[in-house]
């Protein structure tokens, strides 16, 4: 047992204090884990357009003060009661989804999406009691969506973590507890390409690149991408991107500029981004009688989905997918393995870094668009 388990641990963590403020850095209290909770020391951590969007908090329920942060990479420091699959020193990747094992979700091969542990944006505070493990002067400071990296120590569920191979580089594959796998997993586990197909992603973000590379080892011939941001273009290459379309540089539709391309259309389509018309765009691009579309981006909260229903009865299909269809403590550590195999890239994927000090950088790259992701070093 390490010497501080059962303790409160002081340390550094980034505060966000009201929506859209640069975070600060404050010394925190963090509590001992509780049942079924264990505490990491987080080593790296990186920033995601969901913090991003939580933390201008527009269009949702603001939730401060709070910590964000929910990609990163750390080590088990303590273990609460009940905890039998983790011990003090294990490596680990918290994910904002988790699996708890035991629900219907959890026991079903096609579904990731546990019942206790589904991503829940507005809770900031522990499942077991309600409360938080933050403080500052006895005041809680709100968790999110059950991680909180954005500190030097935090508390997480059990069935939030998973344990992977401690000779991974922990700089590299915490962008696995996310984004990555986000987009990897859309590809190879929901759309599955075939050898030799066509697929368009639409958004050429961190996640839509993702989901590229995950075209590329698929063995697809041809991986159209598109977006509205041209400066995204030359970095795809690198990701497998064949060919690249801007909506604007055409005055009809672009599922009909890519059906004109590809004979018909492309075998499968991923949509990144979370625009609704991306997304009808997405399905209406594949190919009638096998082409598959895959929903990746979340969409606004009052958007519709419309299309002709003659799409559909044409034999298109239309999937969604959480996380890549990947169960966090099953499947990532296999994905981590898949790096260090070298049949996965991520280096490619890291367009910053910054000491955690200097963590407000990281948003303003994002938010000028100049990041795919920023590795954040804590203790620096």
């Not at 009909?256 to 625009?275: K, P, W």
């Not at 795919?372 to 203790?379: A, P, Q, S, V």
């Given at each position: ?318 999937k969604g997918t959480f996380f890549g269809n990947y169960k966090p403590r099953s499947d990532i550590p296999s994905v981590v393995e898949k790096y260090m195999n070298k049949e996965l890239e991520l280096e490619k994927f890291i367009t ?29």
């Open positions: 047992m390490s010497s501080t388990s059962g303790q409160v641990i002081r340390c550094k963590a980034a505060v966000a204090w009201e929506a859209g403020k640069p975070v600060v850095i404050e010394e925190v209290e963090v509590a001992p884990p509780q049942a079924k909770e264990v505490r990491v020391k987080i080593l790296f951590t990186s920033l995601c357009h969901t913090d991003v969007y939580f933390w201008e908090a527009k269009g949702q329920t603001p939730v401060f003060p709070r910590i964000f942060g929910h990609e990163a990479g750390g080590i088990v420091e303590s273990v609460g009661e009940g905890v039998t699959d983790l011990k003090p020193g294990d490596h680990v990747l918290p994910i904002f989804t988790g699996e708890c094992k035991e629900c219907a979700h959890c026991k079903s091969e096609e579904s990731n999406m546990c019942d206790l542990l589904r991503i829940n944006t507005e809770r900031g505070v522990m499942l077991s009691d309600g409360k938080s493990r933050f403080s500052i002067k006895g005041k809680p400071i709100y968790h999110f969506v059950g991680t909180s990296t954005f500190s030097e120590y935090t508390v997480i569920h059990v069935g939030c973590l998973a344990k992977i191979n401690p000779s991974a580089p922990l700089d590299k594959v915490c962008l696995l507890s996310c984004g990555i796998s986000t987009g990897l997993g859309a590809a190879l586990n929901v759309a599955k390409p075939k050898r030799g197909s066509t697929v368009a992603v639409f958004g050429l973000g961190a996640v839509g690149l993702a989901a590229a590379e995950g075209a590329r080892i698929a063995g697809a011939s041809r991986i159209i991408g598109v977006d509205l941001n041209p400066r995204r273009f030359n970095e795809a290459k690198k990701f497998g991107v064949t060919e690249f379309l801007n909506p604007k540089d055409y005055d009809k539709p672009i599922q009909e500029v890519i059906a004109g391309m590809t004979n018909g259309g492309v075998d499968r389509s991923i949509e990144c981004t979370g625009n609704i018309n991306a997304m009808i765009s997405a399905f209406e691009c594949v190919h009638d009688g096998w082409g598959v579309a895959v929903l990746v981006g979340v969409p606004s909260r009052d958007d519709q989905f419309k299309t002709h229903p003659m799409n559909i009865l044409n034999e298109r299909t239309l910053h870094e910054v000491p955690f000090a200097e963590i407000n950088k990281a948003f303003e790259y994002m938010l000028q668009g100049d990041s795919l992701r920023c590795i954040i070093r804590m203790g620096a």
